[in-house]
């Protein structure tokens, strides 16, 4: 079983940065990709940014000069720093891995980290 464990959450003015971090334990094994999604009330929950063993990224349009993803595929950990905090971006935010090993697919999800951004 894998555990992907979310912190660096809380509460940020406007404008302001945080950076949330995701580390995997368990029978981890190298993700194919990583990624942060988030859903805020009454909301879908929503892809942020993701990244691949590769280092392939792609980011949500609303996100994009603002946050960046970044991974340490020895550590299995995902992180996201997000700058220039908007009110919007308040959120849970999810950590998500995935990938295959002898033939089956996993996916597996954080159990979210709080992100405030008051106005």
């Known amino acids: 079983q894998v555990q992907l464990v979310e912190s660096g959450g809380g509460l940020v003015q406007a404008g302001g940065s945080l950076r949330l971090s995701c580390a995997a334990s368990?029978?981890?094994?190298?993700?194919?990709?990583m990624a942060w999604y988030r859903q805020a009330p009454g909301k879908q929950r929503e892809l942020v940014a993701a990244?691949?063993?590769?280092?392939?990224?792609n980011y949500a349009d609303s996100v994009k000069g603002r946050f960046t993803i970044s991974r340490d595929n020895a550590q299995n950990t995902v992180y996201l720093q997000m700058n220039s905090l908007k009110p919007e971006d308040t959120a849970v935010y999810y950590c998500?891995?995935?990938?295959?090993?002898?033939?089956?697919?996993?996916?597996?999800w954080g159990r979210g980290t709080q992100v405030t951004v008051s106005s």
């Open positions: 998500n891995a995935d990938g295959a090993r002898y033939g089956t697919f996993y996916n597996y």
């Open positions: 368990g029978s981890i094994f190298l993700f194919n990709a």
């Open positions: 990244c691949t063993s590769g280092g392939t990224t």
